[in-house]
Each structure stands twice: as C-alpha cells, then as structure tokens.
C-alpha cells in the first residue's frame, strides 16, 4: 500500500462546479497534511495545509481532514479554468523537526468553459 | 530575485556520463530536500538535510549523492547517469519561524539521459 494515494484522474468539471479531490494516507501518527498546486511544467506551490480534524475554509478552497478515517480532501468552489493543474497532496511523517513530506502521485484536474 | 534557484533549468547528458545538479535558497532555511517527479508518481524523496552536518537518504536515494556545501546550497549528483533518470528534479527548501512546515520549491531541472 502506498504511503499517500489519490486517484490520478484526469478529473474534468464545467466551470462554475465544485471540484472534490482526494487523498488518503497510511501513516495514523500523521499530524500535518498539504495540497500543492502544480501548473504543467512548473514546480509545486502550497494552497492548504490543515493540521485538525475537519474544515478549513481560504477563498475558494476548503480542506477536509478525518484522521480516524485517514482522509485528506480538497474542494474548490466556483471552479475555474485557471485551476486546472495537478494537485498533489502531501502527508508530513516523521516527528515535528525532523519530519519530512510523503506526497500522492496527483490528481490531474481539467475546469472547461 | 527567486528565493529558490536551480541550475542547469535543463540538461541532456549522455549514459555514464556525471552530472551535477545544483541549488541555492536565499530564505535562510535550514532544511533542504531533493526530489524527483515522473508523470504518474508524483514526487519521490531522493535525499534531505537538516543543516550542513546532517544528510539523510530518502526512499530513491540509489544512484544519487549530494553534498551540502553551505546552508544556502545543496547539490545533486549522479555520477554515473543512466536513462531511467530522466526525470524532473526539483530541490524544496522548509524553515522559518512563520511557516515552518511549510516547503518552498524551486523552479525544476529537467533532466534527459539519452
């Protein structure tokens, strides 16, 4: 099983929708979780962290986290084409200093006009 | 100025041949990483630091050495290249007291092993 997984997708929405993406992990002593936006060729860049059970809400993105479930999600509201990316999440194991970042392979999201 | 930069951007290099990539940050940051991206894998962790006395392999580590020169610097080098490293590299730095979880990344080398 691997440490991190999201579906790959592609995961394609009208412009406008609500994009869900997904995210699990098998570390439970996990106590920090991210999502990276990467846009093709470029590098990643950070858009949430969450570190407690259940929402947290910036602008358009909201993270969920369930820790017994072991679940990690991502929503954006009123999607739009400049989302389309791949957004990669990344589960911190290891110890507060030393811990170090697992990422998922990435779901690929597609917002069309 | 970009607070993370990586050199070569990009870089065709023969088999057997040794390649160094090379990265330097100006956040002050005391934890530097290395990483590789192909499509449909995602980001695997080749090697990390945590300052300048203390590297640390990754899960991809095999064929790869670095060497921390500095705080501001951190190099990768494969010493003897080989196809299946063709990849993209990014180098990812985290510190600070404001976001300290928190990885910067720079802009990526893409590297081709023919």
């Known amino acids: 099983q691997k440490e991190v997984e999201q579906n790959s997708g592609p995961l394609s929405v009208p412009e406008g929708a609500i994009a869900s993406l997904n995210c699990t992990y098998s570390?439970?002593?996990?106590?920090?979780f991210f999502w990276y936006r990467q846009y093709s060729g470029k590098s990643p860049e950070l858009i949430m962290s969450i570190y407690s059970n259940g929402d947290k809400e910036d602008g358009r993105f909201t993270a969920q986290l369930n820790k017994a479930s072991q679940y990690v999600s991502l929503l954006i509201r009123d999607s739009q084409p400049s989302d389309s990316a791949t957004y990669l999440c990344?589960?911190?194991?290891?110890?507060?200093?030393?811990?170090?970042?697992?990422f998922g392979q990435g779901t690929i999201l597609t917002v069309h006009p | 100025d970009a607070d993370v930069t990586q050199t070569p951007r990009n870089r065709i290099t023969k088999t057997g041949k040794r390649i160094m990539l090379e990265c330097s940050q100006t956040?002050?940051?005391?934890?530097m990483y290395w990483y590789r991206q192909d499509p449909g894998l995602g980001l695997r962790l080749i090697y990390y630091s945590f300052d300048v006395k203390d590297i640390n392999k990754g899960e991809i580590s095999d064929g790869y050495s670095v060497s921390r020169q500095a705080q501001a610097k951190f190099s990768l080098s494969l010493e003897s290249a080989i196809p299946n490293q063709t990849a993209l590299y990014f180098c990812?730095?985290?510190?600070?007291?404001?976001?300290?979880?928190?990885?910067?990344f720079g802009p990526g080398t893409r590297l081709t092993v023919l």
């Open positions: 956040k002050g940051h005391d934890r």
């Open positions: 990344a589960v911190k194991t290891g110890g507060t200093s030393y811990g170090k970042l697992t």
């Open positions: 990812a730095t985290r510190g600070g007291s404001g976001s300290p979880d928190t990885q910067y």
């Open positions: 570390d439970r002593v996990s106590q920090s």
